[in-house]
């Protein structure tokens, strides 16, 4: 319990710090690189992460694996790590000859959008990556060792010291003349040294053991059964997150790439959000159905994490609306402001399934979790030819519509009515609970855009009117509405508990 409450606690005081020094090191790297340079990172950086498909599903199969494995003994485990081990190894292997594949077809791909320079970064760019990315295949079976023993203080931390230096080795180097490329070179320093670290922990303070031989072969059958599911769902994650920036890119060129960039940035800062305080109950979910929680108490875990996910994310989405868009003009330029309406767009949809990541927690405890694969690898599929058709008729701004879609009818409607009827979990009782922050939250929103229509003086004052209506508004509302007195008092022992 004490290492779930500080990994939270730090989860959201490393998203802080990661993204107060983004909103720095963005605008400088766009100044420092230039547009078209800065795509290229980002363009690279999204078509070398579909090779996480290589892991095919493995990754999150670990933690549900640990608890199953560790219910019969030590040596069990030792035989998952083990097993693991060669697994990722090999994926490890099999991400350099893909990457390899993937830079020589790279004039294919973007030789009709891109200069003969701007290939040839490119290209240098997908190898220190491919590099980048296998190394971090090996990294992931301590990582989730790490994890599944619920360590989240050395996580956490190990999160923040990279976050800090990234930027301070990065910026440097690229004054010295090594260019956009530095920004791969430190990522793939900083994954060696993270694999040193997370190997050399696992090893030595949790004493973790590997084990060969047999019996690995009856639990790769399990593991692979079930982690062919989770690869449905990764490719899902990597043509919803990824492929719209890449058909930007060949269909637009690297310009257009930054746009779509900017807003992928921003929206995974909104979705780390929600995963930062869902990840640490992973384990705990695991453990609960190994020791036959019911429903009910899979459902009140649900509402009470969901609960303040969602209060979280839709008090940050109103701030975006609200303050947006003259944030953008300020931090990314002029040529950014499509990327305000874009991200209204998408960031709406997403405050369903990011508030509900303990409903997905619970499938895959359950072993219910096909279902959702399949319904959303075919809207995932829908997203790919309405984005390409967007992408033609509207420019960038099209990049996103497909995924709007996908998202609100997929996670929206469907899996909800999978989740009540299938999985378990009462939704009935999960959305008595939400719609309440929703209707408040969209009172705050509106009352405070409509005061910006009125208020004199240019955009900085409008949005300085607003933001201070629409957080008094959302407090009070919430206050007196939305909180249960068990709560409140819960704040105030909290507060009380901080000042002591």
Do not use: C
Not at 445 to 456: D, R
Not at 464 to 481: N, R
């Amino acid at each position: 319990m004490q290492q779930r409450k500080i990994g939270a606690g730090l989860a959201y005081l490393n998203i802080l710090l990661k993204n107060g020094i983004y909103l720095v090191y963005t605008p400088l790297l766009l100044r420092l690189v230039g547009k078209a340079d800065y795509g290229i990172y980002q363009l690279t950086s999204q078509l070398v992460s579909s090779l996480t498909l290589l892991a095919l599903g493995f990754s999150g199969a670990y933690v549900h694996f640990y608890w199953v494995e560790k219910k019969k003994s030590e040596k069990a485990v030792a035989l998952l790590n083990g097993l693991y081990l060669k697994i990722f190894s090999m994926v490890g292997v099999a991400s350099i000859v893909a990457g390899t594949i993937l830079i020589t077809f790279s004039k294919a791909l973007f030789g009709s959008s891109f200069t003969d320079s701007e290939l040839a970064t490119t290209k240098v760019m997908l190898s220190l990556m491919v590099l980048n990315i296998a190394i971090t295949f090996v990294s992931s079976v301590f990582d989730s060792y790490i994890a599944a023993n619920q360590r989240f203080l050395f996580q956490q931390t190990r999160i923040m010291v990279t976050t800090l230096l990234q930027p301070i080795i990065v910026i440097p180097g690229i004054l010295l003349g090594f260019g956009v490329i530095m920004i791969s070179l430190v990522q793939l320093a900083f994954s060696i040294i993270l694999l040193i670290a997370n190997a050399n922990f696992a090893r030595k303070q949790l004493k973790m053991k590997f084990a060969f031989g047999k019996g690995s072969g009856l639990l790769f059958k399990s593991v692979i059964s079930f982690s062919g599911i989770l690869l449905i769902n990764d490719a899902v994650d990597l043509i919803n997150n990824n492929l719209p920036g890449v058909l930007t890119g060949s269909i637009l060129g690297p310009g257009a790439v930054a746009v779509y960039a900017i807003v992928l940035q921003i929206r995974n800062v909104f979705i780390q959000l929600s995963t930062a305080l869902s990840s640490v109950f992973i384990p705990r979910v695991n453990e609960l159905v190994s020791e036959g929680a019911t429903d009910e108490q899979l459902t009140d875990l649900m509402i009470n994490v969901g609960k303040l996910q969602f209060s979280i994310l839709i008090f940050v989405y109103g701030g975006f609306v609200v303050a947006g868009k003259w944030f953008i003009q300020q931090w990314a330029g002029n040529n950014f402001g499509m990327a305000y309406w874009m991200l209204v767009v998408v960031m709406l949809p997403l405050l369903v399934p990011l508030s509900q990541n303990l409903g997905l927690e619970i499938q895959r405890a359950k072993n219910k979790h096909a279902f959702r694969s399949w319904v959303l690898g075919v809207f995932a599929v829908l997203n790919i030819g309405i984005t390409y058709i967007s992408i033609k008729v509207f420019g960038v701004s099209g990049s996103v519509t497909g995924y709007f879609v996908s998202i609100l009818v997929g996670n929206g409607v469907a899996i909800n009515l999978y989740n009540h009827f299938m999985v378990g979990l009462n939704m009935v009782r999960y959305w008595s609970k939400m719609l309440p922050i929703m209707f408040f939250s969209f009172v705050s929103i509106i009352a405070s855009e409509l005061l910006k229509l009125v208020v004199p003086g240019d955009l900085f004052m409008q949005t300085s009117v607003g933001v201070f209506v629409y957080v008094v508004l959302f407090a009070v509302l919430f206050l007196f509405f939305v909180l249960s007195k068990d709560e409140k008092n819960q704040i105030m022992y909290s507060v009380k508990k901080f000042i002591k």
